[in-house]
């Protein structure tokens, strides 16, 4: 009996997420990422509140926030959100969806527009290949990640380029 009951505890102790406050910099013309799980699976779900808190636009590198999934540490196969500064005039901050395949963009979709100072809630979600972006509760927008049947395990991850970024309320399960 009781490892029954130890067995349903662990069960539902390994399902749940715990929505937690990261603050992540690089400097100009650098990328820093953060690998949210080393489990890699073919389904997972990321949300949390997102924004750019200060530019580093001394180089070509646009500062920048990345949300998403990779099969590899250097994104060359990855499917994300990003949100980015275009231009050092602008005073907004544009949202798209990119996907690359060895290191080649298969898909890159402006999807929206949104204040320099506005926090961001972002949900990003894959299930069999196909992505699910939504930003601010907004309409969700799909695409697809290579092939659905063949669907490639997956790392979430977050990063950041040429500033600083804040993430609140992270949860990916």
């Known amino acids: 009996m ?7 505890f662990l069960s539902l102790a390994s399902s749940l997420t715990i929505a937690k406050s990261l603050s992540i910099e690089a400097r100009a013309g650098a990328l820093r990422q953060i690998i949210l799980s080393e489990e890699k699976k073919s389904t997972w779900d ?18 920048s926030i990345f949300i998403g ?13 990003v949100l980015m500064k275009n231009k050092p005039q602008d005073k907004f901050l544009t ?4 996907s ?14 949104v204040p320099l100072e506005e926090k961001v809630i972002v949900d990003i979600s894959i299930k069999h290949g196909i992505v699910v972006v939504s930003f601010n ?16 395990l997956l ?19």
């Open 46 to 63: 990321i949300h949390t509140e997102i924004s750019l808190t200060s530019f580093h636009e001394e180089t070509q590198w646009r500062p």
């Open 100 to 113: 690359l395949e060895h290191n080649t963009q298969q898909i890159y979709q402006a999807i929206g527009h």
């Open 69 to 81: 999934f990779l099969e590899d540490a250097k994104q060359k196969n990855s499917a994300k959100f």
């Open 155 to 173: 790392k979430p991850f977050i990063s950041v380029s040429s500033g600083k970024a804040i993430f609140l309320k992270l949860k990916y399960k």
């Open 2 to 8: 009781i490892k029954i009951i130890l067995f349903i």
């Open 95 to 98: 949202c798209a969806i990119y």
């Open 137 to 152: 509760n907004g309409e969700s927008i799909r695409f697809s990640y290579k092939d659905e049947v063949k669907t490639p």
